[in-house]
């Protein structure tokens, strides 16, 4: 019977197999992966880009031969052909799969949920776009969680969000409604941060959080910061009210728990998303010591320069906790690497312990009744 995706152990895997930049080829991890195959990042691309051409090509076919919804019958077409790569074909995360089933997804999605529009809508109609955000946040999340693929789960959730505010905003045209949207993006980050402690089967899970706690903060930042106004700089120095130091406080806030989560956990996504919120806060900021664009990004590029060469200097002289900058060697290296943990699972179960020897006479000193009890 064949899968219709990975199982968890299959794509742990994978990813190993991706880390090390070892083929799935490879007899020690062919034996694991279940024939699936995956595609490196620049070819990955590549084939994304080649699927988003194939799936123009379709609907353009579909128009031209006045079919009836024929948005609908491409999209069912081309999600039909990704299934069929997927599951016969053994593709995951190759690319033209993920194109394909999403376009085809937006298509259908386009074509059956929108309502009967006649005219697009205008920026003085909140709901027509909602309607359409909605429609598209339909198709990236099931693209996502189908493939799961941790850039459309995030592009979906970010959709959901605007969606929400535009739905709020069309029955009650508030003028501060950008700011429920900043606190959901803020609470979608803290759930995510909070999530990523659990210990998850899929790689993709992880990764699928991850984006959550490094995206949701910044798209945070922006509601707050209204970010068709964000050019001005705020003045501070006179407006020192709590809803103007919500701006940068909370994404200051948010970066000190990402910064101390990182720390305990040793991950990678607390971290940058930590170091996103301090450049959220200091780029609101900005407008406190008056000095020029140049000079802020002289003297801060500078200083996180300096910050980076001293770490990478010392983890790489010395392993700190675990964490060293020096990547984990490839070709033969790697593949002892993976020799080595396939060993517990190849090597053959420990024999047990020998059955007695058979005492004739019940004997127990050498045998055959020649015992010194009588």
């Not at 200051?252 to 040793?266: D, E, N, P, Q, Y």
Request: one cysteine or more; proline letters at 6%; glycine letters at 8%.
């Amino acid at each position: 019977m064949r899968s219709f995706r990975p199982t968890p152990a299959e794509e742990r895997w994978l990813t190993v197999a991706a880390r090390l930049r070892v083929a799935e080829s490879v007899a020690p991890v062919n034996a694991r992966v279940g024939n699936w195959r995956h595609a490196r990042l620049a070819m990955r691309c590549a084939l994304f880009l080649l699927g988003v051409m194939a799936a123009l090509m379709a609907a353009t076919v579909c128009r031209l031969l006045f079919l009836p919804h024929a948005w609908g019958v491409a999209g069912l077409a081309l999600v039909v052909l990704a299934e069929v790569l997927i599951v016969r074909r053994r593709l995951f995360t190759c690319g033209i799969e993920e194109a394909l089933e999403l376009a085809g997804l937006l298509m259908l999605s386009f074509e059956f949920l929108l309502p009967r529009l006649t005219v697009l809508p205008h920026s003085g109609d909140p709901l027509g776009i909602a309607w359409y955000i909605w429609a598209t946040f339909a198709a990236f999340a099931a693209a996502g969680l189908r493939l799961l693929n941790s850039l459309f789960t995030t592009i979906a959730i970010l959709l959901a969000v605007l969606a929400t505010a535009f739905t709020i905003r069309a029955p009650w045209p508030l003028p501060g409604w950008d700011r429920p949207a900043s606190l959901l993006c803020y609470g979608l980050a803290l759930a995510a941060l909070a999530g990523g402690a659990r210990v998850l089967r899929r790689p993709a899970h992880d990764r699928m959080l991850d984006w959550l706690v490094v995206a949701m903060p910044v798209a945070g930042y922006l509601w707050a910061a209204r970010w068709p106004d964000l050019l001005p700089a705020h003045d501070y120095l006179r407006d020192h009210s709590l809803y103007a130091l919500y701006t940068p406080l909370a994404p200051l806030a948010l970066g000190i728990a990402a910064l101390v989560t990182g720390v305990r956990r040793r991950t990678h996504a607390p971290l940058m998303a930590a170091m996103l919120c301090v450049a959220c806060t200091a780029f609101e900021l900005r407008g406190l010591t008056g000095w020029s664009l140049e000079v802020r990004l002289i003297i801060w590029g500078v200083a996180l320069l300096l910050t980076s060469v001293a770490i990478d200097r010392l983890l790489m002289r010395q392993p700190h906790r675990g964490i060293t900058s020096r990547r984990i060697g490839t070709g033969p290296g790697a593949l002892d690497f993976l020799q080595l943990a396939l060993t517990p699972a190849l090597a053959p179960h420990a024999a047990g312990a020998p059955a007695a020897a058979v005492q004739g006479g019940g004997g127990e000193f050498g045998g055959g009744g020649a015992s010194g009890h009588y």
